[in-house]
């Protein structure tokens, strides 16, 4: 099947590629590919809204500093306090140093003014239309990733897509089969004696679906036993918590060659009403955890990255002034990260809008100017298809 940026267009008749980038901005055509090695995509959720602007700061623009007189990063200069420049406009966040160098290769890409056209700024309304692809759509029953998913399969598995949270995802529910789990010895039986229980009661299933169904439930479980027995992914520089743990996980599932195909993960603890801090500080902890995991799965997987696209997705910005405790609230546009060995990086993509009042959305947000589905659809396209 080859992916199309279509998968966003169901049910909706949005014509979003008016607000997109050129094709192949992001995901590079493939060079040398190694056969026998399935691609695969692994999309992080940051829930709660992450402030895209204090991310990566666009330090030349001067109503950064005006409008956030307490929170603001200090511009570029000798100093752990102060932005890591870029490209002489932006700079990240200094928590987000040890992305600089996987930029610096050209590994990591940037899309700033990106994110969902859809208004809402209910965390609730715009991480459904974020995750189901089409923003003001509330009626599409299933989730974009899980749409990617809905075609003939040639070697199943269990574990094509894997989200590695307490329940399954809108983004990966549909027809579809998608699992979730904590880690790999969740998954399997503890005990022996409640594996031969279950295998005897299903020995006696009449039902041919119900047999199908519990052979490839058992097939799974041996699987996640392998899985689970293997040699771990090096636990150094993995953050502590659960989204390090998560991407942990993800690497070991890549390692041991399951057939993945879809990992999703998410990371929580964006949304800074009060309080939120500069260079340091409740927003500064959250970027650095989220930069020493991305950081530490690519040293992990090494050059299994030439297969692997990592995407994040938060579901709206926040407001570019800062308000009157020191936080910030809901917005709209947002930033965006690409991670992998097929990455165009080095770059930070998209249409920047400006400061200015007379050119902020609803006059008190980051305007738009790239559809998250653009860039999500080039990755389908390019990348999986």
């Given at each position: 099947?080859?992916?199309?940026?279509?998968?966003?267009m169901?049910?909706?008749?949005?014509?979003?590629?008016?607000?997109?980038?050129?094709p192949?901005?992001?995901?590079?055509?493939?060079?040398?590919?190694?056969?026998?090695?399935?691609?695969?995509?692994?999309?992080?959720?940051?829930?709660?809204?992450?402030?895209?602007?204090?991310?990566?700061?666009?330090?030349?623009?001067?109503?950064?500093?005006?409008?956030?007189?307490?929170?603001a990063?200090?511009?570029?200069?000798?100093?752990?306090?102060?932005?890591?420049?870029?490209?002489?406009?932006?700079?990240?966040?200094?928590?987000?140093?040890?992305?600089?160098g996987?930029?610096?290769?050209?590994?990591?890409?940037?899309?700033?003014?990106?994110?969902?056209?859809?208004?809402?700024?209910?965390?609730?309304?715009?991480?459904?239309?974020?995750?189901?692809?089409?923003?003001?759509?509330?009626?599409?029953?299933?989730?974009?990733?899980?749409?990617?998913?809905a075609?003939?399969?040639?070697?199943?598995t269990?574990?094509?897509?894997?989200?590695?949270?307490?329940?399954?995802?809108?983004?990966?529910?549909?027809?579809?089969?998608?699992?979730?789990?904590?880690?790999?010895?969740?998954?399997?039986?503890?005990?022996?004696?409640?594996?031969?229980?279950?295998?005897?009661?299903?020995?006696?299933?009449?039902?041919?679906?119900?047999?199908?169904?519990?052979?490839?439930?058992?097939?799974?479980?041996?699987?996640?036993?392998?899985?689970?027995?293997?040699?771990?992914?090096?636990?150094?520089?993995?953050?502590?918590?659960?989204?390090?743990?998560?991407?942990?996980?993800?690497?070991?599932?890549?390692?041991?060659?399951?057939?993945?195909?879809?990992?999703?993960?998410?990371?929580?603890?964006?949304?800074?009403?009060?309080?939120?801090?500069?260079?340091?500080?409740?927003?500064?902890?959250?970027?650095?955890?989220?930069?020493?995991?991305?950081?530490?799965?690519?040293?992990?997987?090494?050059?299994?990255?030439?297969?692997i696209?990592?995407?994040?997705?938060?579901?709206?910005?926040?407001?570019?002034?800062?308000?009157?405790?020191?936080?910030?609230?809901?917005?709209?546009?947002?930033?965006?990260?690409?991670l992998?060995?097929?990455?165009?990086?080095?770059?930070?993509?998209?249409?920047?809008?400006?400061?200015?009042?007379?050119?902020?959305?609803?006059?008190?947000?980051?305007?738009?100017?790239?559809?998250?589905?653009?860039?999500?659809?080039?990755?389908?396209?390019?990348?999986?298809?």
């Amino acid at each position: 099947m080859i992916f199309s940026r279509r998968i966003f267009m169901k049910n909706a008749g949005l014509g979003f590629l008016a607000l997109g980038l050129p094709p192949a901005f992001v995901v590079r055509a493939a060079e040398g590919e190694k056969k026998n090695r399935g691609k695969i995509l692994v999309v992080v959720f940051q829930r709660g809204g992450m402030d895209g602007l204090n991310a990566v700061i666009p330090f030349r623009e001067k109503g950064y500093y005006s409008l956030r007189p307490s929170i603001a990063v200090a511009e570029p200069a000798s100093g752990d306090d102060r932005a890591v420049d870029l490209d002489g406009f932006y700079a990240l966040h200094p928590a987000l140093a040890p992305l600089k160098g996987l930029f610096d290769k050209g590994r990591l890409a940037i899309i700033h003014a990106a994110g969902s056209p859809d208004n809402t700024r209910s965390h609730f309304d715009a991480q459904d239309y974020m995750e189901i692809g089409t923003p003001g759509v509330k009626s599409t029953p299933d989730g974009w990733l899980n749409r990617c998913l809905a075609k003939e399969l040639q070697n199943p598995t269990p574990f094509r897509a894997v989200a590695l949270t307490s329940r399954l995802p809108r983004i990966l529910a549909g027809s579809a089969p998608a699992l979730t789990m904590s880690s790999a010895e969740e998954f399997r039986l503890r005990e022996e004696s409640s594996a031969a229980m279950l295998r005897k009661l299903y020995s006696t299933a009449q039902d041919p679906l119900l047999q199908q169904g519990s052979r490839s439930l058992f097939n799974g479980m041996e699987v996640m036993q392998q899985v689970a027995a293997s040699v771990p992914s090096a636990a150094e520089g993995y953050p502590a918590g659960r989204f390090g743990g998560s991407l942990r996980e993800i690497s070991r599932l890549i390692k041991a060659n399951v057939g993945l195909e879809i990992a999703f993960a998410e990371i929580e603890g964006w949304d800074t009403h009060a309080n939120q801090g500069g260079a340091t500080g409740q927003m500064a902890n959250r970027l650095r955890e989220l930069a020493e995991g991305l950081s530490a799965f690519y040293r992990d997987l090494g050059d299994r990255m030439e297969d692997i696209v990592l995407i994040t997705l938060s579901e709206f910005g926040r407001t570019v002034r800062e308000n009157g405790n020191r936080g910030t609230d809901h917005g709209h546009a947002n930033v965006m990260f690409a991670l992998g060995g097929r990455i165009k990086g080095g770059k930070v993509y998209g249409r920047w809008p400006g400061l200015e009042p007379e050119v902020l959305y609803e006059g008190r947000d980051l305007d738009l100017t790239t559809d998250f589905r653009s860039v999500c659809g080039e990755v389908l396209s390019r990348h999986m298809g």
